[in-house]
Each structure stands twice: as structure tokens, then as C-alpha cells.
């Protein structure tokens, strides 16, 4: 019996070992932590005309499985203004009694304006929302670098004040441990090779990029690749951009990208146009849940 248990334990440190590598490798979602989340801009009619309120696109979320929301500030009562603290409490409150987290925020800003007071004005609101975030619980907020290269300027020119104006919102938002996700928004940023440009003028480490697949163009799946490295967050969409042609998204594709590049975090999906919203949303959350099977 003595020289029988060395060997079962042995075989049964083995089996366990075996077993634990199965389940990394087999399931690569609990291994890459990759969390399913909601853009609230997929609910955004309703929400404007009232027929939807964060509140009750919160319980639809926390119904259908997501595991957490992206409520932008354009919902919030008196946006472009703070909301009040008890308000942002009610909706933090309100998002925990559901079990859903909140993975992030955002606003529509403009770097690219070429007025300086204009652009100090465009800060603000980005520095308004990041103490938002902070109260909210929300580790993101996402940001433009803004509509376009100005009249009278080029691209480069544009970008290096847009640059400086990020670094130094980037630095703001690491005082209450924020990260800023810049988003392609096929505008000022339409390529991969623009996101390339701008990210080697930013130095903050608190600022990275919000990956919104319907955004580029050309080669879209490439750029998503090319770009991963900057991920802090995402907008899946159900279309793609192929040379301009508007193509289903191929979600076991970009869920490939996303796994192989290691990124562990939300990945909130974004449906747009109008009417059916919650059945959009939720054939895309089934798709990307089976994507992770």
C-alpha cells in the first residue's frame, strides 16, 4: 500500500494537471477573459425619444447575459453637463442590483478644431466625464480625436495639436486611475495607418484605443490586426467595410484577432439604424457568445 500511494498521487497530480490544461486550452474564453458588453449608441432612438431609458435598457442587458454596459454621456440627463451624484449613483445602484458592471462611458468631443479656445472647451468636457466615470466605477472613457483634417491644414499639422491635446486629458484621467479609448471613426482617423501616426505622438499611458471595426474601409480585418495592439476596448458591429463595400461582419474572424492578440477585456458590440433594437442586439450577442464556445 506505501508504494502504490506514491504512484496514485502522482497519476492523480497527472490527471490534474491534464485537466487544467484542457481547460485552457479548450476554452479559450475563461482564458482570455473576454467579456461581452452593450454600447448603449445600439438602443440610440429609443433612448432619445423616451421609449427607452437607461434604466430599462439595463434590465434587458442584465436579461439577456451581457456582463456589462457602455452608457454613454449622451443618455445621461443634461448631457453635454455633469449629471447630478445622485443621479450617477441611481444608475451605478441600479446597474450592480443587476449584476452588471459598467465598463465604460464616453462623449463626443473634437480635437481636430483648429481654435485653441475651442479645443480647451472640447478638454473640459473630456475631463468632466472622466471624474464621471471615476463616480460611475467605469475603468474607460471613450473619446474622437474629432471630425477631420481643418481647412488650411494638413494631417500631420492636425494631428500633433490633437496629440498634445489627448496627452494631456490621458494625464488628467490617470489622477483617477481612467483610461481614455480614442476611436477610430473613419473622420480625422479613417486608416490603420492613420491610428499608427497618431498613437506614436501620444505618450500617456492611460490613453489606448477604442477599435470600431465598422470604421474601417478598405481592409478591415487587417487594420483590426494591425491595430490590436492599442485595444482598450471595441465596438463590434454586424457590418464591415470591404474596399468600401458593406459586408456582414465575419465575427468568428475578429474574435480570433481579438484572442490571439491576448487581450482580456470587454468587448462591447455596437448594432446600428432603427426599429427592432433589442432583437438586433441580442442575434449579436448570440453570435459572439457562440464565437466563444
Same mark, same amino acid.
Request: net charge neutral.
Given at each position: 500500500?506505501?508504494?502504490?500511494?506514491?504512484?496514485?498521487?502522482?497519476?492523480?497530480?497527472?490527471?490534474?494537471?491534464?485537466?487544467?490544461?484542457?481547460?485552457?486550452?479548450?476554452?479559450?474564453?475563461?482564458?482570455?477573459?473576454?467579456?461581452?458588453?452593450?454600447?448603449?449608441?445600439?438602443?440610440?432612438?429609443?433612448?432619445?425619444?423616451? *421609449?427607452? =431609458?437607461?434604466?430599462?435598457? #439595463?434590465? $434587458?442587458?442584465?436579461?439577456?447575459?451581457?456582463?456589462? %454596459?457602455?452608457? +454613454? @454621456?449622451?443618455?445621461?440627463?443634461?448631457?453635454?453637463?455633469?449629471? *447630478?451624484? =445622485?443621479?450617477?449613483?441611481? #444608475?451605478? $445602484?441600479?446597474?450592480?442590483?443587476?449584476?452588471?458592471? %459598467?465598463?465604460? +462611458? @464616453?462623449?463626443?468631443?473634437?480635437?481636430?478644431?483648429?481654435?485653441?479656445?475651442?479645443?480647451?472647451?472640447?478638454?473640459?468636457?473630456?475631463?468632466?466625464?472622466?471624474?464621471?466615470?471615476?463616480?460611475?466605477?467605469?475603468?474607460?472613457?471613450?473619446?474622437?480625436?474629432?471630425?477631420?483634417?481643418?481647412?488650411?491644414?494638413?494631417?500631420?499639422?492636425?494631428?500633433?495639436?490633437?496629440?498634445?491635446?489627448?496627452?494631456?486629458?490621458?494625464?488628467?484621467?490617470?489622477?483617477?486611475?481612467?483610461?481614455?479609448?480614442?476611436?477610430?471613426?473613419?473622420?480625422?482617423?479613417?486608416?490603420?495607418?492613420?491610428?499608427?501616426?497618431?498613437?506614436?505622438?501620444?505618450?500617456?499611458?492611460?490613453?489606448?484605443?477604442?477599435?470600431?471595426?465598422?470604421?474601417?474601409?478598405?481592409?478591415?480585418?487587417?487594420?483590426?490586426?494591425?491595430?490590436?495592439?492599442?485595444?482598450?476596448?471595441?465596438?463590434?458591429?454586424?457590418?464591415?467595410?470591404?474596399?468600401?463595400?458593406?459586408?456582414?461582419?465575419?465575427?468568428?474572424?475578429?474574435?480570433?484577432?481579438?484572442?490571439?492578440?491576448?487581450?482580456?477585456?470587454?468587448?462591447?458590440?455596437?448594432?446600428?439604424?432603427?426599429?427592432?433594437?433589442?432583437?438586433?442586439?441580442?442575434?449579436?450577442?448570440?453570435?459572439?457568445?457562440?464565437?466563444?464556445?
Amino acid at each position: 500500500m506505501k508504494k502504490i500511494l506514491p504512484v496514485m498521487l502522482c497519476l492523480w497530480s497527472t490527471f490534474s494537471l491534464l485537466q487544467a490544461q484542457t481547460r485552457t486550452v479548450g476554452n479559450i474564453q475563461k482564458d482570455s477573459r473576454i467579456k461581452i458588453a452593450l454600447n448603449f449608441y445600439s438602443f440610440n432612438t429609443p433612448l432619445l425619444d423616451g *421609449s427607452e =431609458t437607461l434604466e430599462s435598457v #439595463i434590465d $434587458y442587458c442584465s436579461d439577456t447575459g451581457f456582463a456589462a %454596459i457602455d452608457p +454613454t @454621456g449622451y443618455y445621461f440627463e443634461g448631457y453635454p453637463q455633469v449629471p *447630478s451624484d =445622485t443621479y450617477i449613483n441611481h #444608475i451605478k $445602484y441600479h446597474a450592480f442590483r443587476q449584476g452588471i458592471q %459598467i465598463s465604460g +462611458t @464616453g462623449v463626443r468631443n473634437d480635437f481636430t478644431l483648429p481654435d485653441a479656445a475651442a479645443r480647451e472647451k472640447e478638454k473640459q468636457l473630456v475631463k468632466d466625464w472622466v471624474i464621471v466615470a471615476a463616480k460611475l466605477g467605469a475603468p474607460v472613457v471613450r473619446i474622437f480625436a474629432g471630425g477631420g483634417v481643418p481647412q488650411g491644414y494638413t494631417w500631420e499639422e492636425t494631428a500633433r495639436w490633437v496629440a498634445k491635446e489627448i496627452n494631456e486629458c490621458g494625464e488628467y484621467a490617470k489622477q483617477y486611475g481612467i483610461t481614455l479609448a480614442v476611436q477610430n471613426h473613419n473622420d480625422f482617423l479613417k486608416t490603420a495607418e492613420e491610428v499608427e501616426k497618431l498613437f506614436a505622438l501620444i505618450h500617456s499611458e492611460a490613453v489606448g484605443l477604442m477599435i470600431d471595426i465598422g470604421s474601417y474601409r478598405t481592409d478591415p480585418y487587417r487594420e483590426i490586426a494591425q491595430t490590436v495592439k492599442y485595444a482598450v476596448s471595441w465596438q463590434i458591429k454586424e457590418s464591415v467595410f470591404i474596399n468600401g463595400t458593406e459586408t456582414p461582419t465575419d465575427i468568428p474572424r475578429v474574435m480570433d484577432i481579438i484572442r490571439r492578440s491576448g487581450y482580456r477585456g470587454y468587448v462591447p458590440i455596437e448594432t446600428l439604424g432603427k426599429g427592432a433594437e433589442r432583437e438586433r442586439v441580442k442575434v449579436m450577442y448570440e453570435k459572439i457568445k457562440q464565437s466563444q464556445l
